[in-house]
């Protein structure tokens, strides 16, 4: 049940990370990808965004801050700084029970005991653990020089060698070109109609329920954009509830140790995977007749990621593409859950005047462009998106992220040594972001502008929307950092918007119990968040 702790860790769904263990981690999915040219438009601060330029790339800058964060560094030589300071605990299980408990709360004390770099050991490896935006930036920002993206075991072998592209700078530049391509404003536009249907199609099956059991109905959309907008699958009914079940099994048990005897996760998530695999690659293989007979559709992230790698040249290998291909859907589907969960969870207990901005801003844009979604219409959807984001910064998916050290360097007087394992608390660096925290980070549990328990003085989409206060993408922290920086993330937002804006026209959210929900103490606590069902009544009522 380690492998169980350590999945919970972050992001159920995959991002990341990871571990040299197969327990020790971890980590989530959006896994692998190149990056060089990440997704530009997803950084720009939203309050100077612009309707994005057709041309415009997706994958063009590394930059992840409008910041400039210093590191308070030093003139002494390295191998005369001290290394940072901190507590080993219990053998092997070391500060794992702690944190998995309370990560703000494991993190505060030690901050305040060793600074804002402190050693651990969690999830049974060494770690250094970073918690500020000023080592998050040496850390992210030095990918391919000071540290190199790491995964579970256990996934790495579940894909293959697929997944090693993510480690080398040439090897991962070239990557996030190709899949970069998969996210431009083109590409966007190209899964904007299924984006809609699809939210459509959720919002009308759910007004027609008594209630919504929240977390399995966003794992029912989140899938079905992964399947539909990824791969375009065009499954449904019993084929579809199939796969469901496959990907959850996959998803559930990809990281874990790499014991591959009959009955173990591992064996779980390999038989899955070669089910799943088994029909991407029928839909990778009419992709690529497509482009034999020269008559590509560009309508999913397969078709926008093969067409990248046509144009480069690259053989079209049917393997090679179905498990990049999969490796999307995993950076993709439990994140996009895990968010969605919680922008929907959040709706009944906002502060009334957030769900009017909404409609207003609705009316005004169907006043505009008619009530159909296209790309100038999204562009102005300012306040959703904003609070889109603002709900990210509260409790968003990835808390952690890992790194190996590659070269020794410096950070906060202190000297990381090649080959340690960074933690890179995302979670805390925004607890403790000097944007946002009024300080109190330092003396409570859960610092004022993060909780979500207190969303009338937390969230404040607004934030987002006033260019003085320096916000950007990388302020969430939750898409990662640097070159390794989520290329789905406009993606997201665009699913994000579309949900958002078909509500504030058409229906009314309300909690079914009448009772507030109980978030648990962090988006990824042992507990699980929330901690009890929510259950969501959707009424239509035309308001725009
Ligand atoms: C709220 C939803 C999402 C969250 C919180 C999220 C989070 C992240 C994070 C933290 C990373 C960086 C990992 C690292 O640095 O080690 C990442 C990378 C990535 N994500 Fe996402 N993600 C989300 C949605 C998506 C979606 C919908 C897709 C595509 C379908 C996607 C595709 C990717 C890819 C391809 C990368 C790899 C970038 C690289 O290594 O160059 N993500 N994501």
Redo the contacts with the bound molecule.
């Keep these: 049940m380690q492998q169980k702790v350590m999945l919970q860790t972050q992001?159920r769904?995959a991002?990341?990370?990871s571990l040299s263990e197969a327990q020790r981690g971890a980590a989530?999915p959006?896994?692998?990808?190149?990056?060089q040219r990440?997704h530009r438009a997803a950084f720009v601060p939203l309050a100077e965004a612009q309707p994005r330029s057709t041309k415009a790339s997706a994958a063009t800058s590394s930059s992840a801050s409008s910041l400039d964060w210093h590191s308070n560094g030093t003139q002494v030589p390295l191998n005369d700084l001290p290394e940072p300071d901190g507590d080993w605990s219990l053998p092997f299980i070391g500060e794992t029970p702690e944190f998995k408990a309370n990560h703000w709360d494991w993190a505060r004390k030690r901050v305040a005991k060793y600074g804002p770099v402190f050693r651990s050991n969690i999830f049974g490896s060494d770690v250094i653990v970073v918690t500020d935006f000023v080592g998050l930036q040496k850390v992210?920002g030095g990918a391919h020089k000071l540290t190199q993206?790491m995964t579970a075991p256990s996934l790495e072998l579940l894909c293959e060698g697929s997944i090693e592209a993510?480690k080398e700078k040439a090897s991962?530049q070239k990557?996030?070109r190709q899949?970069g391509a998969a996210?431009t404003p083109d590409a966007m536009d190209a899964y904007l109609p299924r984006v809609v249907a699809t939210c459509e199609a959720y919002l009308q099956h759910w007004a027609s329920q008594d209630s919504v059991n929240l977390v399995p109905a966003m794992g029912e959309l989140s899938f079905d954009?992964?399947e539909g907008?990824?791969v375009g699958l065009g499954i449904d009914g019993k084929e579809k509830r199939i796969l469901a079940a496959k990907w959850q099994e996959f998803t559930k048990n990809a990281f874990t140790f790499t014991l591959d005897l009959p009955g173990t996760p591992f064996n779980r998530a390999r038989k899955a995977r070669d089910y799943i695999m088994a029909a991407i690659k029928e839909r990778v293989a009419e992709k690529k007749l497509e482009f034999e007979r020269g008559s590509v559709k560009k309508d999913t992230?397969l078709a926008f990621y093969a067409s990248a790698k046509a144009d480069e040249g690259d053989p079209l290998d049917e393997h090679e593409l179905a498990m990049n291909v999969l490796?999307?859907?995993l950076?993709?589907s439990d994140?996009?859950r895990?968010?969605h969960k919680v922008l929907l969870g959040v709706l009944p207990e906002l502060p009334p005047a957030i769900m009017e901005e909404l409609r207003a801003e609705q009316r005004r844009i169907v006043e505009k462009h008619g009530k159909g979604f296209g790309r100038a219409a999204m562009a102005e959807m300012r306040y959703a998106e904003a609070l889109s984001r603002e709900v990210?910064r509260i409790w968003?998916?990835?808390d952690i992220?890992f790194r190996l050290v590659k070269e020794d360097f410096e950070l906060h007087g202190k000297r990381i040594r090649k080959g340690a394992t960074i933690l890179a608390s995302?979670l805390y660096a925004k607890a403790c972001d000097p944007r946002l925290s009024a300080g109190d980070h330092t003396e409570s549990a859960i610092p004022l502008h993060m909780d979500i328990h207190q969303l009338h003085a937390s969230v404040k989409p607004e934030r987002w929307l006033d260019p003085s206060n320096k916000l950007d993408m990388a302020a969430l922290a939750?898409?990662?950092?640097?070159?390794?920086?989520?290329?789905?993330?406009p993606?997201?937002l665009q699913e994000a918007k579309v949900l958002l804006a078909l509500i504030a026209r058409g229906y009314d959210v309300s909690n079914a119990t009448g009772a507030p929900n109980d978030w648990g103490v962090s988006p990824n606590a042992a507990g699980g968040s929330p901690a009890a069902d929510v259950f969501l009544k959707f009424v239509p009522h035309k308001y725009v």
């Design positions: 992001p769904i991002h990341l990370s989530p959006c896994i692998r990808i190149l990056p990440c992210f993206w993510g991962h990557q996030r899949q996210f954009f992964a907008l990824v992230l490796l999307l859907m950076a993709g994140t996009s895990d968010a990210l968003g998916p990835a992220l995302m939750t898409f990662g950092m640097g070159p390794h920086s989520c290329l789905g993330a993606l997201y």
